[in-house]
């Protein structure tokens, strides 16, 4: 595949190690760190959609035969889930039968493969290519012999306009400076908003309720507790909820609380039964799409690793400390190598350090990393056992060790009447909010 832009449609701006800087402001929930030490050319990203594009680099490309069906996929304004929900429903089968291999951003023009497994008549490749799903474009239909997993991509490659920025020429040579900074450090593999939720910023808070085996306050947590940055119309809905009117707060939800409607339906199902109970919040919590239920306990270890990464880089981004974990490209363990050795590996990007996503069997470091691991943890009460989340224990987690950088390459920014236009690629699991809040230092959505 191509690094350019196909079918035509749309582009961003079209209309249709070295020194760190402590934050005087928390940005992307406890991204404490910047890398690069020049002055941000701050302004704003994602004024319209199109100003943010992302493009999966796939591992594999389908072959052309087999019995599964992969959409190669253009999205505007939408999450992946919503777009393998419309499919499964316009097509009247489970939405198991849906994969792909990440979530792309909502808020921004996407290109990603989806997989439909097993649908191998000719009738049914028709019935694909005959779905008309909002905002959402099929640019290829092909035939692959494997079904689509999750974590089956390279990564991730990325035209971002950045707009309302006063000197553009300047600040696109300040943007290539810090990409070509970064390329050589490494990027902080924070955990990016999008992680959380934005505007309202609660994913973690529902993680942390299971994490303290509460599930009426996880659940409350997802359809209460309104937010002023949401709609009128949805913090009515979640009032309603809160003061314990749950028809009323059904009634009162709009399209863009779909997953809320999915949970408060089976509460309304069980108190029709007599009051409600931990069994009728586990039934809430298990109406969701498992990427949904999975995702409440990753983001609260997001949380958690954020800080555990951002008191790693200001020991060094780029630096072997003795004790680090640390793991190749493969994601598998570097053993019995020297300092040197570590070291050399780690300025190829042929391994890097890793920070903890806690958990019950998670491996802390050794040294002075391994002492501010644990101190993480220790600083908000929590032990390793906390993640077992007993009453819903297939949302517990045994943890694992992260990568706390990432690779930048082919970055480049160009001055545009509209802005700076950022280009890069980056590692899969990554974000490009981590990339962008370097060349930007502020608050990047």
């Known amino acids: ?38 002055k941000g050319i701050g302004g704003t990203i994602r004024n319209q959609y199109e100003d943010f594009y992302v493009e999966e680099i796939p591992e594999i490309l389908p072959s ?87 974590g089956q991509l390279k990564g991730n490659k990325f035209k971002i306009l950045i707009r309302d920025i006063d000197d553009i020429e300047k600040s696109a040579e300040i943007a290539n400076e810090v990409l070509s900074q970064l390329e050589v450090t490494g990027v902080p593999n924070y955990f990016g908003w999008q992680r959380f939720g934005k505007p309202r910023t609660n994913t973690h808070l529902v993680g942390e309720a299971l994490i303290e085996n509460d599930l009426k306050k996880a659940v409350d947590t997802y359809i209460g507790n309104p937010s002023d940055e949401e709609h009128e119309e949805n913090q009515k809905a979640r009032q309603a909820y809160d003061d314990g009117n749950l028809e009323e707060s059904l009634n009162l939800m709009g399209k863009g609380m779909r997953y809320e409607k999915m949970m408060i339906r089976e509460l309304i199902r069980d108190s029709k039964k007599g009051e409600l109970t931990d069994k009728s919040y586990k039934n809430a919590l298990h109406a969701l799409p498992k990427p949904l239920q999975r995702m409440f306990v990753h983001a609260y270890q997001s949380f958690l690793f954020n800080e555990a990464v951002s008191r790693r880089v200001g020991m060094g981004i780029d630096k072997y400390i003795p004790g680090d974990i640390i793991i190749d490209t ?66 517990g987690s045994h943890g694992l060790r992260r990568s706390m950088r990432f690779q930048v390459w082919d970055g480049k920014a160009t001055p545009t009447d509209e802005g700076v236009l950022c280009e890069f690629s980056i590692n899969k699991g990554s974000y490009a909010t981590a990339v962008l809040r370097e060349i930007m230092k502020k608050d990047v959505i």
């Open 64 to 150: 052309g035969e087999g019995p599964n069906i992969y959409i190669w996929i253009e999205k505007l304004g939408r999450t992946t889930l919503d777009v393998v929900l419309d499919i499964s429903r316009d097509l009247h089968i489970s939405r198991k039968r849906m994969g792909f291999a990440g979530m792309k951003d909502k808020k921004a023009l996407t290109r990603q493969w989806i997989c439909i497994a097993n649908m191998d008549s000719d009738e049914q490749m028709n019935q694909v290519k005959n779905l008309d799903i909002y905002k959402t474009d099929f640019l290829k239909i092909i035939r692959g012999r494997k079904k689509l997993r999750m």
């Open 1 to 38: 595949m191509d690094n350019t832009w196909d079918c035509g449609s749309h582009s961003p701006g079209s209309n249709p190690g070295q020194g760190i800087n402590k934050l005087s402001v928390i940005i992307m929930l406890n991204a404490n760190t910047y890398v690069t030490s020049q």
């Open 330 to 395: 493969e994601e598998h363990i570097v053993y019995d190598k020297t300092p040197e050795e570590y070291q050399e590996l780690m300025d190829e990007f042929k391994a890097n350090p890793t920070s903890p996503l806690y958990g019950t069997k998670v491996p802390y470091a050794e040294g002075e990393v391994g002492e501010m691991e644990e101190d993480v943890l220790n600083n908000y009460n929590l032990k390793k056992e906390d993640f077992e989340v007993p009453k819903m224990p297939r949302l």
